[in-house]
């Protein structure tokens, strides 16, 4: 009897002790995601050298973290790999690695200039030093230590195009891959103080059959502000932030041709004197939160020339992004919501100079400039006029202040003296109010002063004549007439993981210019909604799905309807081969100088994918009823647009890429306009420094006012770069089209103009 009882509460104690280990094991491996983590970071304790390898002394004691989170698209879950980044710092740089876990054969990796990969794995640094979520910077890095750098704006969002001077060097290892990143304290701005706080986060990048995103700190997605909810890291003593100065100095040389006049086969193709010039950048830091940048005879050509677009049915004159050095420093600080200033605008400075600054929660600027070559934008109700009015002295003045939590006030003032005679002066608020976690409000009024040249040899040759604004008296012509404007945004916005919207007010009255900025139209009231459902099915092809309504309204000054739209999209993202595809349709009215056209409906069709690393294609198309604006026609129109992206090796990526617009009107069948751009860019980086790269692009185009016109471009250029902004280059550019004879019976292909470009540049830092 004794022994049963024993073995009962043996048998007892051993399943007690079983389920005591079963909730051990299952605390144990619970994952609890951390939001606004932190990090104490201690000074470096050894040597590091920037090189892939974390065996340095260095790396010994340096700050860990860990603990990654799934952030999209799952909302705070475990990651299906692991990750851990590692921080340390000396007196002049803030030293990040990351070790990667992942089975090295999946590893997707481009060797490529900097800022030139795209679905790749990749880690990233994001950092706000001065702790107030209005703008951060943005470390990216792959597998092979390429770099992207970005900053962020509370105002705009992203800003691709800037650049600073910093190290990286990856690895791809047994384990997955590690990086290394050493950036400069004399590339940052952050507060002249003995003890640093910063908001940082550790995020990873992961493409495979969907793009994962893991971070450091768990996010309220519901939660507007993204910034706010990064962890914090202190712990950094005793460093000082960027001083000094930086010297930029190139020297350029370039030769050019064209073909005489008239145009035609027999023309003789006339070479100029080669020309060289030399120029010289400088900044000068004056304190932690204060720089002067100054730049004589600057050449702001780009390396990457712009892609064509689109314009045959366009009235407008189209937008390019900025890519040119020197508006990078402090470029988030000139933002505004209506973009009051478009800084390629100022289109071939003599010289230019500016001041940027931080204090607190205080951003300022001032940027003014001697521009040779000034586009001259009139905006009206149905198009835009673009004129060039030669030369012209721009200043730019911006101010604004961050309150709350994330909240913000700005200030801008814009003004552009003509030589010619004739100005264009803008002042302007902005601002952003955070109503709670998923509400805001975004504003800014403008008002506008503006004085025509008087040119009536510009008149003449630019066709401007004496009509008349439309509500207004005054003329189009350049004839030195004076008048105001105003303009105003207003959005309320919703921002959450599943249901976010736009309500936008926005209108500009019939005088209002800016010639400074980038506002193609005038003389409209727009009121605007957009919103969409976003899901995240588990368990199934979809990962997610996103159905969306929109409604367009746009009226004139006094009233008159322009144009109004009703429609939808449902975007669906699938969880294999990264593939998409997205169904979007629209139906309304349009008016057109005058003239309404009814029952217009466009639908549109996109799809693409990207199988592995070797190989991503996308395909849109699109179809309905549209107006030919040039003719007032309705049309029938079609659409397609196709690219590829081929890597054949890690280093070699061909991009072609197709782009087909035709209309037809719809009674009668004859055809309104049609063009098709076929570009395909070649691109061979040999190491991280020597790169190679060679544009094609034709384009075919018809409508009744000019006929038909085929060019060819083909664009070779040869880049050693040994920084962001130390680069030698050198390359050309041919231009051809189909040209008559001297008889016009018969066409041939010849070739219209050509230039060869040289640049060398290198900055120098005291």
């Known amino acids: 009897m004794k022994q049963i ?16 280990s079963l909730i051990a094991i299952s605390s144990a491996t619970e994952f609890v995601p951390v939001f606004h983590p932190s990090i104490s970071i201690q000074r470096i304790h050894g040597t590091i050298q920037i090189d892939g390898n974390l065996d340095d002394s260095g790396w010994n004691g340096a700050a860990k973290a860990s603990n990654f989170v799934e952030r999209y698209p799952g909302k705070n879950v475990e990651p299906s790999v692991t990750t851990e980044a590692f921080i340390t710092y000396d007196n002049n740089n803030l030293y990040v690695a990351f070790v990667c876990y992942d089975d090295p054969s999946k590893i997707r990796a481009t060797m490529c200039q900097r800022d030139q990969f795209d679905g790749n794995d990749d880690v990233c640094l994001l950092l706000d030093t001065y702790c107030n979520a209005s703008w951060a910077y943005e470390f990216f890095v792959n597998p092979y230590g390429i770099q992207m750098d970005r900053i962020w704006s509370n105002i705009t969002g992203e800003d691709i195009g800037f650049d600073l001077i910093w190290q990286s060097a990856a690895k791809i290892t047994d384990l997955g891959y590690q990086v290394e990143m050493a950036i400069p304290f004399a590339s940052l701005r952050f507060p002249q103080s003995n003890s640093q706080t910063w908001k940082v986060d550790f995020w990873r990048n992961h493409p495979r059959e969907f793009v994962k995103q893991y971070s450091w700190a768990a996010y309220n997605q519901d939660d507007q502000c993204w910034v706010c909810q990064w962890g914090t890291a202190d712990g950094i003593n005793g460093v000082k932030p960027g001083r000094g100065f930086e010297i930029l100095p190139s020297v350029i040389a370039n030769q050019t041709g064209n073909i005489g006049e008239p145009a035609n086969m027999s023309s003789p193709f006339l070479n100029g004197h080669t020309k060289t010039a030399f120029s010289l950048g400088g900044k000068y830091s004056v304190s932690s939160n204060i720089t002067m940048e100054g730049t004589y005879n600057p050449d702001f050509s780009q390396i ?33 919501p209506f973009n009051s200033f478009y800084s390629r605008t100022i289109n071939d400075p003599q010289y230019a100079a500016k001041l940027t600054g931080r204090s607190g929660r205080y951003n300022f600027g001032f940027l003014s400039a001697y521009d040779e070559n000034t586009p001259y934008i009139i905006p009206l109700r149905e198009r835009s006029i673009l004129v060039n009015t030669q030369k012209s002295t721009v200043n730019v003045a911006r101010a604004s202040k961050t309150f709350g939590r994330n909240n913000f006030l700005g200030l801008i003032l814009t003004d552009r003296r003509l030589d010619n005679g004739g100005y264009g002066t803008i002042l302007a608020a902005d601002g952003v109010l955070r109503l709670s976690e998923k ?21 003449g040759r630019e066709g401007l004549n ?24 207003s959005q309320l916005r919703r921002e959450t993981r599943n249901w976010s919207f736009t309500l936008n007010y926005d209108h500009t009255s019939p005088t209002y210019r800016t010639e400074t900025g980038y506002d193609p139209w005038n003389d409209y009231k727009n009121l605007n909604f957009y919103t969409e459902f976003d899901m995240y099915p588990s368990n199934s092809i979809f990962g997610r799905i996103s159905p969306q309504l929109f409604t367009e309204n746009r009226w004139d000054w006094d009233g008159t309807r322009k144009w109004s739209f009703n429609g939808g999209q449902i ?7 990264q593939a998409y595809a997205n169904v979007s349709w629209r139906y309304g009215l349009e008016k057109d100088w005058g003239v309404e056209f009814r029952d217009l409906w466009y639908t549109e069709f996109h799809t693409g994918a990207q199988f592995n690393s070797q190989i991503g294609w996308s395909v849109d198309l699109g179809y309905g009823h549209t107006v030919a604006r040039w003719v007032l026609k309705k049309g029938n129109e079609t659409y397609l647009g196709t690219a590829l992206a081929i890597k054949p090796i890690d280093r070699l990526t061909i991009e072609p890429s197709l782009e087909y617009s035709r209309s037809k009107e719809v009674h009668t069948e004859m055809e309104l306009y049609k063009q098709a751009i076929a570009r395909t860019r070649v691109r061979l980086q040999v190491n991280r420094q020597l790169s190679m790269r060679l544009v094609g692009e034709y384009i075919d185009q018809s409508d009744p006012f000019n006929g038909r016109m085929k060019s060819w471009e083909f664009d070779p250029l040869v880049t050693y770069r040994i920084s962001s902004f130390s680069v030698f280059y050198a390359g050309s550019t041919h231009n051809m089209a189909k040209l008559p004879d001297n008889t016009g019976t018969r066409e041939g292909w010849r070739q219209t103009s050509r230039q060869l470009f040289m640049k060398l540049q290198y900055l120098f830092r005291v």
């Open 571 to 577: 975007e669906n993202n699938f969880t294999f081969a």
């Open 5 to 20: 009882i024993d073995l009962k509460t043996h048998s007892i104690v051993a399943v007690a002790c079983f389920v005591v």
């Open 439 to 459: 509400y805001s409000i975004v504003t800014q009024y403008i008002i506008s002063l503006t004085k025509e040249p008087s040119d009536t040899v510009l008149n």
């Open 304 to 336: 990457e020339t712009d892609a064509a677009q689109i314009d045959v049915n366009s009235t407008i004159a189209l937008r390019y992004p900025e890519r040119r050095p020197f508006f990078q420093e402090g470029s988030d600080i000139f933002q505004t």
């Open 466 to 489: 004496g009509q008349y604004f439309d509500n207004t008296n005054h003329t189009v012509a350049l004839d030195g007439e004076s008048y105001p404007g105003q303009a105003l945004v």
